[in-house]
């Protein structure tokens, strides 16, 4: 029991765990000091906040499917907040020390991590790692934030110990609300990543060692203070030139990553964009990274698209819709049919409608497919748009031309619920030619697009970019920076509502060069002896694909 009528200058006031903690001698009344420690506490979550999600946006991004990499950030970073609040138990006899040392050691892994971890992309080949191992450091030096600051805020001012956590959780709250809002809709769009991550440094460095070498000076011997100023300088420095340094780091990464033909970059809303190859020759030469990842090859992208769409070509085709597709080249094929009335592209990202009508060499290898009358562009997501009543019985073809099933963004693109919407917008007799990802290396994925497809009433026709074409090397695998060649595989699922659908191509197409019938007969022989049964459908709630 505490003898209140003992003056608080001489008692030391009980902190947590019953360390005793002696009132601090301050330079402003203990009111404004610990308002002050409650600001600081919510400029730190907020900054804590930015690191967490900023290691959840480039593990999604380096690494892919976001649900993995999410639950992995997360789950490493909680157990590490837990290690680190048991650790900062050893610093509570010099909280203000350790609290500075905290600030800046964090200061300097969050501003760097995102720089880290791209340099382990780009020129290691692999960022997992380098992800766990950062997730767990911030986790740690996160989680011993709160335990000193208690300690902190009760030499301030004492108070029962529910009443500190309160104020302490409070604050720490508002300040992640306040950083979670502040990355997707300032930092990443204005500074992007890698900026966006040094300045979250840079504040967190000078309010966490501003507010102990001002308010907690006192508590300091000359020695520490001089190391503190020493280690917080040493920081806003090296955070500084990070800074100066961003694009050109960033230039000579992703050269490392897509070799050093990059000729266009560019971050749009939804994606990064990368146009690889010389500005003036062959549209052959040119490569399209959509997040990173290879999406259309100049050197071979005719077969995987002449494989797309002609097979859904042959039957009435007067209107055709293209879910995907924005680089135009899917609707390029269709377009060599002269009875083709329209083609509506749906393509949720503007900035490849954008690159595709206005760089020279993509709009040549697309044929000039936007300067068509017969085609539009809606700017919008496939899912919502074929929700509208805009999309009913409209259709006799649809060309499904989207990422590859099991990356995350595209997975209710592959739904029971969206191959639903899509049959509901076909006309009497209509086909939808889907790309299903992968067949040889991913069978199961594959296969579950069509028992998707098929849950969905649809009747199917696998069949794949292959037969006699399977053993074609591709061009150079600029993605890995070799010059190997790279074996197709591209699965394509042709479906109808009333009927299997044939797989066969009309003669008269003009400018076919790598699809026949023969050849897609036998593409479905080869694609049918991978078969996977009894997969269940992938659906909204219970997505299948990983």
């Known amino acids: 029991m505490i003898d209140r009528s003992v003056p608080r200058r001489v008692l030391p006031a009980p902190g947590p765990r019953g360390v005793a903690t002696v009132p601090a001698a301050l330079p402003v009344r203990p009111r404004t000091g610990r308002l002050l420690v409650l600001a600081t506490v919510f400029v730190c979550a907020a900054c804590g906040l930015v690191y967490e999600l900023e290691l959840l946006a480039l593990g999604s991004y380096l690494i892919g499917d976001s649900v993995t990499q999410a639950s992995v950030v997360l789950s490493v970073m909680v157990f590490a907040m837990g290690v680190g609040s048991l650790l900062a138990k050893r610093l509570r006899a010099r909280p203000a020390f350790g609290f500075a040392a905290v600030e800046a050691s964090l200061a300097l892994l969050g501003g760097l991590s995102a ?6 992309f780009a020129w290691l080949g692999e960022s997992r790692p380098a992800l766990v191992a950062f ?70 460095a000078a309010v966490g060692g501003g507010l102990v070498l001002w308010l907690f000076r006192h508590d300091l011997s000359r020695r520490c203070r001089w190391l503190l100023i020493a280690a917080n300088v040493m920081v806003l420095v090296v955070l500084a030139s990070a800074a100066l340094l961003a694009d050109d780091f960033e230039r000579i990464a992703r050269s490392a990553v897509y070799g050093g033909n990059v000729r266009v970059a560019v971050q749009t809303d ?64 269709v377009l060599r049919y002269r009875d083709v009335a329209s083609v509506t592209v749906v393509e949720l990202d503007p900035g490849v409608v954008r690159l595709a009508r206005t760089d020279p060499m993509l709009s040549e290898l697309n044929g000039q497919a936007y300067e068509d009358p017969r085609l539009g562009v809606v700017t919008q997501d496939a899912f919502n748009w074929l929700r509208g009543p805009a999309a009913r019985d409209r259709f006799d073809v649809i060309v499904s031309d989207l990422p590859d099933p099991g990356i995350t963004p595209s997975t209710k693109l592959y739904s029971q619920e969206f191959y639903g919407l899509a049959a509901r917008a076909l006309r009497p007799g209509g086909r939808i030619a889907v790309h299903a990802g992968p067949l ?45 060649a790279r074996p197709q595989d591209w699965g394509f699922v042709l479906a109808a509502r009333d009927a299997v659908p044939r797989l066969r191509v009309d003669r008269d197409t003009p400018g076919l060069r790598s699809v026949s019938t023969p050849d897609l007969q036998d593409a479905a022989r080869v694609a049918e002896r991978t078969r996977v049964t009894g997969l269940p459908p992938s659906t909204l709630p219970h997505p299948r694909y990983t």
């Open 115 to 120: 720089m880290a971890l791209y340099a382990s």
């Open 135 to 204: 997730s767990f450091s911030i986790g740690v030096l996160i989680g011993a934030e709160i335990p000193l600051l208690m300690v902190l805020i009760q030499r301030i001012h004492r108070q029962d110990a529910g009443g500190a956590v309160a104020d302490l959780f409070a604050a720490d709250y508002v300040g992640a609300l306040v950083g979670g809002l502040a990355f997707p809709f300032l930092l990443l769009p204005v500074l992007g990543q890698l900026t966006g991550a040094v300045l979250t440094g840079t504040v967190n």
């Open 270 to 333: 939804v994606q990064e964009l990368v146009l690889t190859g010389p500005a003036t020759g062959s549209p052959r030469s040119l490569d399209l990274y959509l997040d990173g990842r290879l999406r259309v090859s100049g050197y071979d992208e005719y077969r995987y698209h002449e494989a797309l769409v002609h097979p859904a070509m042959a039957g009435p085709h007067e209107r055709v819709l293209v879910l995907g597709g924005g680089d135009g080249l899917a609707a390029r094929e």
């Open 440 to 484: 040889a290396t991913r069978p199961r994925a594959y296969w579950t697009v069509e028992a998707t497809l098929r849950a969905a009433g649809l009747r199917t026709a696998p069949y794949s970019a292959g037969g006699r074409l399977s053993g074609f090397a591709a061009g150079p695998d600029r993605a890995q920076g070799g010059s190997g």
